[in-house]
């Protein structure tokens, strides 16, 4: 590998992504920078779906697979900006880290694997393969990779995420809840004529921490945790609430659906008449005008770990001087998309640890990155072998 001119290209590129925030329905500038810099990589085509997502195409020497390789281009926002010691948007270069938003999830393995799928020799390509950047992850994972594969129709995808350049060959997935408790409305000062639905709330909650974790050997436990709460009416003028919304993340194992997962947590509201609880709906606005909406509910996954997949993701790690290590990812990604839902050959692997990911002062080793490069370009060889 030509190092030098490797690193100079995965810095410049990431440096300016960074320093081209994007959030779901805003990335226009980040989809601009992206083809731009796969046009000037040579990728044979390079375009934008109806959703935004942008795409970049290389054609191989010899009969083979399709292979996509994607990352989402959008990230969470910054928060407390104050807390930052390094610009969120500066992509600072120093003591051998790129800082800023984004640097670890999602646009580190981005820069890394499309540089590393530009770099690969035509000859040492069989079939296709294709750089993908999605929009909306953030939000929805997997829905906007759909329309990818709906125009692909790859025949195994590789999903770049901070998993310090292990491979993972299944994760957990995730879904929302919202637990809506009625109550009856009264002045504050005599609340023993109403029925306060924070009470009720705080009793749901209590409940559901009883619920014993589903276990999995590969992913470990589920997780059910509140993470939002609302009282009606708010704002409130001395007026005991009438009616009370919880919002749980549950992070799902293998094996559990919509069906199981309701049914699970149904039970929790006897005795409360008409209180509920469901998995809503969310839309995400794309910058292309176009608008993706989902069931808010995103399977676990894995693949056979003796499979043809597994063994020739792992000689490739092998071949380009990675520990050939299988693990269980234990958040959530596209790949939920396109092994969860669609049951596709799906990986994940990319530079970085998830314990970056959100944070203050987040930022990606440039060693990592040119780790994941090498990584990148013995999995796009190795699977290049996948018999279509």
Same mark, same amino acid.
């Given at each position: 590998?030509?190092?030098?001119?490797?690193?100079?290209?995965?810095?410049?590129?990431?440096?300016?992504?960074?320093?081209?925030?994007?959030?779901?329905?805003?990335?226009?500038?980040? *989809?601009?920078?992206?083809?731009?810099?796969?046009?000037?990589?040579?990728?044979?085509?390079?375009?934008?779906?109806?959703?935004?997502?942008?795409?970049?195409?290389?054609?191989?020497?010899?009969?083979?697979?399709?292979?996509?390789?994607?990352?989402?281009?959008?990230?969470?926002?910054?928060?407390?900006?104050?807390?930052?010691?390094?610009?969120?948007?500066?992509?600072?270069?120093?003591?051998?880290?790129?800082?800023?938003?984004?640097?670890?999830?999602?646009?580190?393995?981005?820069?890394?694997?499309?540089?590393?799928?530009?770099?690969?020799?035509?000859?040492?390509?069989?079939?296709?393969?294709?750089?993908?950047?999605?929009?909306?992850?953030?939000?929805?994972?997997?829905?906007?990779?759909?329309?990818?594969?709906?125009?692909?129709?790859?025949?195994?995808?590789?999903?770049?995420?901070?998993?310090? =350049?292990?491979?993972?060959?299944?994760?957990?997935?995730?879904?929302?809840?919202?637990?809506?408790?009625?109550?009856?409305?009264?002045?504050?000062?005599?609340?023993?004529?109403?029925?306060? *639905?924070?009470?009720?709330?705080?009793?749901?909650?209590?409940?559901?921490?009883?619920?014993?974790?589903?276990?999995?050997?590969?992913?470990?436990?589920?997780?059910?945790?509140?993470?939002?709460?609302?009282?009606?009416?708010?704002?409130?003028?001395?007026?005991?609430?009438?009616?009370?919304?919880?919002?749980?993340?549950?992070?799902?194992?293998?094996?559990?659906?919509?069906?199981?997962?309701?049914?699970?947590?149904?039970?929790?509201?006897?005795?409360?008449?008409?209180?509920?609880?469901?998995?809503?709906?969310?839309?995400?606005?794309?910058?292309?005008?176009?608008?993706?909406?989902?069931?808010?509910?995103?399977?676990?996954?894995?693949?056979?770990?003796?499979?043809?997949?597994?063994?020739?993701?792992?000689?490739?790690?092998?071949?380009?001087?990675?520990?050939?290590?299988?693990?269980?990812?234990?958040? =959530?990604?596209?790949?939920?998309?396109?092994?969860?839902?669609?049951?596709?050959?799906?990986?994940?692997?990319?530079?970085?640890?998830?314990?970056?990911?959100?944070?203050?002062?987040?930022?990606?080793?440039?060693?990592?990155?040119?780790?994941?490069?090498?990584?990148?370009?013995?999995?796009?060889?190795?699977?290049?072998?996948?018999?279509?």
């Amino acid at each position: 590998m030509d190092i030098q001119n490797i690193e100079r290209d995965i810095v410049g590129f990431l440096q300016e992504l960074i320093r081209t925030p994007g959030i779901a329905g805003d990335l226009s500038a980040v *989809a601009d920078v992206v083809g731009r810099r796969m046009r000037s990589l040579g990728f044979d085509e390079v375009w934008q779906d109806e959703v935004g997502n942008v795409i970049g195409k290389r054609r191989g020497s010899l009969p083979g697979p399709r292979l996509v390789f994607d990352a989402h281009m959008d990230t969470v926002e910054v928060g407390e900006r104050d807390a930052w010691v390094h610009d969120p948007f500066g992509g600072e270069y120093s003591q051998g880290k790129i800082w800023g938003r984004g640097a670890a999830d999602d646009k580190g393995s981005l820069a890394a694997f499309t540089v590393a799928l530009a770099r690969l020799p035509r000859e040492a390509i069989r079939g296709e393969v294709y750089a993908v950047g999605t929009v909306g992850e953030e939000l929805i994972e997997g829905a906007a990779l759909e329309t990818v594969l709906d125009e692909i129709h790859p025949d195994g995808v590789i999903i770049g995420e901070p998993t310090d =350049c292990r491979l993972g060959i299944g994760h957990k997935g995730r879904a929302r809840l919202v637990f809506s408790i009625h109550g009856k409305a009264a002045h504050s000062s005599s609340p023993e004529v109403g029925d306060n *639905a924070i009470d009720k709330a705080v009793e749901v909650i209590r409940r559901v921490r009883q619920i014993p974790s589903v276990e999995d050997p590969l992913l470990g436990k589920s997780v059910m945790e509140p993470i939002q709460l609302f009282s009606s009416p708010y704002p409130s003028a001395s007026t005991v609430p009438y009616a009370c919304e919880v919002v749980f993340d549950r992070r799902m194992v293998r094996g559990e659906t919509r069906q199981t997962v309701l049914a699970l947590h149904e039970s929790v509201l006897q005795g409360m008449d008409g209180s509920t609880v469901h998995i809503p709906e969310v839309s995400v606005p794309c910058y292309t005008g176009k608008k993706i909406s989902r069931q808010d509910f995103h399977p676990a996954w894995s693949v056979d770990p003796d499979s043809e997949w597994v063994r020739l993701a792992l000689e490739g790690l092998k071949s380009a001087g990675i520990p050939p290590i299988t693990y269980g990812t234990p958040f =959530c990604t596209n790949c939920s998309g396109s092994a969860g839902e669609r049951g596709l050959p799906t990986l994940v692997f990319g530079p970085g640890s998830v314990h970056l990911a959100h944070v203050t002062d987040e930022y990606a080793e440039v060693s990592e990155l040119l780790h994941a490069v090498r990584g990148y370009m013995g999995l796009a060889q190795a699977l290049g072998q996948l018999k279509v």
